[in-house]
């Protein structure tokens, strides 16, 4: 399995990925266009030149946030949302203003919420009805990225 900047040939792979993934998601569309966005940073983990999961999120200045991440169900429990959020943090710890990543996840979400305190992240706050269809609180997530380890 291959971790690599996502590509336009991806997109319709990750977006069937995020249809089986989300009850809302992103659409092929909505994914190309963050291709072109500075500061983005849009992964791929590919398996033999097959889209198995991505992540997408920011890196600007001083913050950095996970915005989507998903792996397709064959693919799962196989340690690559796990590779994708290390990568992901790597890549936003080369920015020297950028000291943290954070993220938001549905507060019933229990196997996002178990893979992010895997990965080192605390919960630091709740969103009341932060996310519509169906309506649910967010549970607030963060990780410093300037320590030694950071996977
Ligand atoms: C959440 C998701 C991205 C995890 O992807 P994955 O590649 O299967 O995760 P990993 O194999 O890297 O798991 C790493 C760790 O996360 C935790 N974890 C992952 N899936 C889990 C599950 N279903 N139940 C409990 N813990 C889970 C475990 O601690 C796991 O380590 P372990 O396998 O050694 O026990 C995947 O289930 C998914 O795409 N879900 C739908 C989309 C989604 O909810 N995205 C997050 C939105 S905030």
């Known amino acids: 399995m291959k971790i690599v900047r996502t590509e336009k040939e991806h997109i319709p792979q990750i977006a069937r990925i995020a249809a ?3 009850p ?3 659409t092929e569309n909505g994914f190309m266009s963050s291709l072109d966005i500075s500061g983005n940073i ?5 398996e033999n030149g097959e889209a198995a999961g991505y992540i997408i999120g920011t890196a600007d200045g001083d913050f950095a946030g996970i915005d989507s991440i998903a792996v397709a169900p064959s693919f799962r429990r196989q340690g690559i949302a796990k590779e994708l959020i290390c990568r992901f ?3 936003a710890a080369q920015s020297d203003s950028c000291s943290s990543v954070s993220l938001e996840v549905r507060e019933n979400n229990l196997p996002a919420r178990a893979l992010y305190k895997k990965c ?3 919960e630091i706050g709740l969103r009341k009805n932060f996310y519509s269809a169906p309506r649910e609180n967010a549970i607030v997530m963060n990780k410093m990225i300037k320590e030694d380890k950071l996977c």
């Open 24 to 26: 809302d998601p992103w």
């Open 42 to 46: 849009f992964l791929t983990a590919s």
């Open 89 to 91: 943090c790597e890549i």
């Open 120 to 122: 080192g992240f605390s």
């Open 20 to 22: 089986e993934s989300f």
